[in-house]
């Protein structure tokens, strides 16, 4: 929110009682990490202070929720979005809060466009559906250990550090890829997906053990790209930000090679690796294969 906006809505009514109170990012943390982090661990990796500050000083939009005076719960909320909605015992009528904020929500937002609810919990999903909210995707986030293992190549490929001169080339094929798994609702364009590459190269490409896990695949016949996995460290792990194989070249043993090597690389320095993965995605057996476990669900919804 901008400092206009904070201003305006520090305060808002909810009637019969309730009121949201804007909380500054360090102040809303304190319940936010207690209340929805821990409570749902098991469906996060933990999160560290400093990493929750800094996503609520991102969405800078957190209320707690109070009623006659004491809170209640919290959320994260502004026009045409919410997000990790919690509530603090001995309250527990959630399904009340979410009847009242989403009804809050539609006053105020934009009607021509989507109200997007972010990361509900596996358990919330119905809560939502009752109130008219549809599911946008669904993402597991999976985990293993990192270990030495015996990487193989497939004969005909190149592998190789990705460069800014693959940028185009990377973009077209997560399109390409994306497109042709029917897991992917909604495809951005190349030009979607470039700034997407540019964050790896200009953030997380110093970062000696990243940059080694990440790597692009070479069709030796033509030159092309046929394959990619990109590297960041999230809350002080590593974390695959894409990983994708061009659909001509599936089931040959690259996407088991780009998995391999960075589980491989990964264990000079962390003792686990992790991703997120659609729900419906075909790739999730191929983690599963190599040892990769599934949290619960996040569920993105939207009105």
């Known amino acids: ?47 560290s202070p400093e990493t929750l500050i800094e996503l609520a000083s991102i969405f800078d939009c957190g209320y707690f929720i109070m009623k006659d005076e004491i809170t209640i719960g919290g959320v994260f909320l502004k026009p045409n979005f919410m997000s990790d909605l919690f509530v603090v ?19 105020v937002s ?12 596996e358990e919330q999903v119905p809560t939502y ?17 990192t270990e030495p293992l015996k990487v193989i190549l497939p004969e005909g490929y190149l592998s190789k550090p990705v460069s800014h001169e693959d940028i185009e080339d990377i973009a077209s094929l997560l399109v390409k890829a994306y497109k042709a798994n029917p897991a992917y609702k909604q495809i951005g364009t190349k030009e979607d997906y470039i700034p997407h590459v540019k964050e ?10 990243m940059d080694e896990c990440s790597r692009v695949i070479v069709d030796q016949s033509t030159n092309h790209i046929v394959g990619v996995c990109l590297h960041m460290e999230f809350e002080e792990y590593p974390l695959i930000m894409s990983l994708v194989v061009d659909p001509e070249h599936q089931h040959r043993g690259i996407g088991r090679y780009l998995l391999t090597h ?11 690796t992790r991703l997120s993965v659609l729900k419906d995605n075909y790739a999730i057996k191929l983690y599963e294969n190599l040892g990769f476990i599934r949290n619960k ?7």
Not at 89 to 107: A, F, T
Request: glycine share 4%; with cysteine; charged share 25%.
């Open 1 to 47: 929110m901008n400092e206009q906006v904070q201003a305006i809505n520090k305060h808002i009514d909810l009637e019969d009682g309730f009121q949201l109170v804007y909380q500054p990012p360090k102040e809303f943390v304190r319940y936010h990490s207690i209340y929805h982090g821990q409570k749902y661990a098991d469906y996060y990796f933990r999160r």
């Open 297 to 303: 669900s996040l569920t993105d919804m939207y009105l």
């Open 129 to 145: 559906e009752q109130y008219g909210c549809q599911i946008n995707e669904v993402n597991d986030w999976m985990i293993r250990p």
């Open 110 to 121: 934009n009607t021509e466009e989507k109200i997007t609810i972010r990361e509900v919990v």
């Open 200 to 209: 790896f190269l200009d953030d997380h490409k110093n970062n000696k053990i």
């Open 262 to 272: 960075s589980i491989n690389v990964s264990g000079k320095e962390y003792p686990a």
């Open 89 to 107: 015992p001995p309250y527990n009528d959630y399904e009340g809060l979410v009847q009242k904020l989403l009804n809050y929500l539609k006053k």
